[in-house]
């Protein structure tokens, strides 16, 4: 038993690592200066982690319907990235406490059955 404990403090130790993070960086995209917020609008910097500028995750919603209470995504193919950001996306209207309904469609026709649903139901 004792051999197991001191195996695994070593192997704790083992993996530790410092880091550093640097910030005060600003980034520019095509030329102008990024103001990245979160949703609170408080600005969030980027930073370096190990010598490589980390930015913030962000996402824009192709739509939000407030009379629905909908965001739609149109996207098209779904990527593991995309996947991710919706992910994301869940959690925050869960930590809102909100039950906003996330429409996803993919394709042209999607899209358009999505279109003509919402106009039913006016």
Do not use: H, W
């Not at 404990?5 to 130790?13: E, L, P, Q």
């Not at 600003?26 to 102008?32: A, V, W």
Request: net charge positive; charged share 25%; aromatic share 8%.
């Amino acid at each position: 038993m004792m051999a197991m404990f001191v195996t695994s403090a070593a192997a704790a130790t083992a993996y530790q690592k410092s880091i550093t993070a640097n910030y005060g960086i600003s980034l520019e995209i095509n030329g102008n200066k990024a103001n990245l917020t979160d949703v609170n609008g408080k600005t969030v910097e980027p930073f370096t982690y190990n010598g490589e500028t980390i930015r913030a995750i962000t996402y824009t919603l192709d739509f939000y319907l407030p009379d629905y209470d909908m965001a739609i995504d149109t996207k098209g193919v779904a990527t593991q990235q995309g996947k991710l950001r919706i992910k994301m996306l869940k959690r925050l209207f869960a930590d809102l406490g909100r039950t906003t309904t996330i429409e996803l469609p993919r394709t042209k026709d999607e899209c358009a059955a999505l279109v003509a649903r919402l106009t039913e139901n006016r």
